[in-house]
């Protein structure tokens, strides 16, 4: 009887990333697995299973140069809804989160599937560019997206914000405020009851959110209450000696079923939607021509505040706006006033004086 020693059959070495695997009766594969084990660990790509054929190495240097394929929970797409299901994004105001999620949707139209943290400045600056024509539009994009990824941060979906690098487009971050003479427009030719939404606008210095849902309830002796729905914030405004008899008319107006103390022609609370579609055929001329916006009486009422001499925390104490954003203001007011002042000494001062002291400060010719 003839006995034969079996030798186990070694498989041949294999490249790396490369495992063997074997399913339930034996019969083995190869998989490409790179970095397994790993928090880097990606998908499994099956390769040929004769790892010395044409095909296995052809197969295997093609998988090796695909880039890194995204985990589901890493995607752009996870982190939006992940976003709009958390209780930071429930406590944003309703006005907040229909503008936020309209960009955020953009965002997950173009970067849903790619990797959270695979983008840095560069790509955050090419998807701002693609709106440059309206900077509005563009700068609000990536206001939402900081804020989301600022959210995702301390969530472990990536490890800083790469926003806080990117600055605005000019000509989409400030919104002008109204002159005296669109002022004035707007008073003589609008329809009543938009007149009465503006002028409730500018000697409150509200949001229209907070304006059209002024109730009648809030109007306390000559203060009116308002909770802004953007902050939260309680403000008590008394009311401006030109605008309590726009609020009489208004109320006059106002059915006594209507809570608010604004209505439309038809007597009813305005909507957000229909007051910004009748804001839009009724504009005044001038306030087309330059292409004022309903939010610029606003700043109109900050820049009025500061005019009047009124420090930063009365004018903050008015609009509930910050410390920070009056202050800004306040600088353009206060470089407008030193302007004027300095351009009426110079008309006041005598020809005689400034010829002296051109004379004494400009060095004579012959002196050099």
């Known amino acids: 009887m003839i006995h034969m020693t079996l030798e186990p059959v070694v498989p041949p070495k294999l490249p790396p990333h490369v495992v063997q695997v074997k399913n339930k009766v034996g019969r083995p594969y190869l998989y490409l697995m790179k970095f397994r084990g790993t928090p880097r660990a990606e998908k499994a790509i099956r390769l040929p299973d004769d790892p010395k054929s044409s095909e296995f190495w052809a197969?295997?240097?093609?998988?090796?140069?695909?880039?890194?394929?995204?985990?589901?929970?890493?995607?752009?797409?996870?982190?939006?809804?992940?976003?709009?299901?958390?209780?930071?994004?429930?406590q944003l105001s309703e006005k907040t989160k229909i503008d936020w999620k309209r960009y955020s949707e953009r965002i997950k139209a173009s970067w849903g599937e790619l990797q959270v943290r695979g983008i840095g400045p560069p790509n955050v600056l090419t998807l701002r560019d693609l709106y440059a024509d309206t900077p509005a539009s563009a700068n609000n994009l990536i206001r939402c997206l900081s804020a989301m990824l600022a959210w995702s941060v301390p969530r472990g979906w990536r490890l800083d914000n790469p926003c806080r690098?990117?600055?605005?487009?000019?000509?989409?971050?400030?919104?002008?405020?109204?002159?005296?003479?669109?002022?004035?427009?707007?008073?003589?030719?609008?329809?009543?009851?938009?007149?009465q939404v503006a002028a409730l606008a500018l000697y409150t210095g509200q949001r229209e959110d907070d304006v059209l849902s002024m109730l009648k309830t809030s109007i306390h002796a000559n203060v009116i209450s308002v909770r802004q729905e953007k902050t939260d914030k309680q403000l008590w405004i008394p009311i401006h000696r030109d605008l309590k008899p726009i609020i009489e008319k208004a109320l006059a107006r106002s059915p006594k079923t209507s809570l608010t103390i604004l209505t439309n022609t038809l007597g009813r609370p305005w909507t957000a939607d229909g007051f910004r579609t009748s804001w839009g055929k009724n504009k005044p001329p001038l306030v087309k021509k330059r292409g004022l916006v309903f939010h610029g009486l606003r700043?109109?009422?900050?820049?009025?505040?500061?005019?009047?001499?009124c420090s930063d925390a009365e004018v903050s104490s008015i609009t509930g706006q910050s410390r920070e954003m009056v202050e800004h203001y306040a600088k353009q007011v206060n470089q407008a006033r030193l302007a004027a002042s300095a351009i009426l000494k110079w008309e006041n001062a005598s020809e005689t004086e400034i010829a002296n002291t051109v004379a004494n400060t400009v060095p004579s010719k012959r002196a050099k």
Request: proline share 8%.
């Open 59 to 90: 197969e295997y240097a093609r998988a090796m140069q695909l880039p890194p394929a995204a985990k589901k929970s890493d995607t752009f797409e996870d982190l939006v809804g992940a976003w709009h299901a958390s209780p930071e994004w429930r």
């Open 165 to 195: 690098e990117i600055k605005p487009l000019k000509g989409g971050s400030e919104y002008a405020p109204w002159p005296w003479e669109a002022i004035k427009e707007a008073e003589d030719r609008l329809r009543e009851d938009l007149w």
């Open 299 to 309: 700043k109109s009422s900050v820049v009025m505040l500061l005019e009047a001499g």
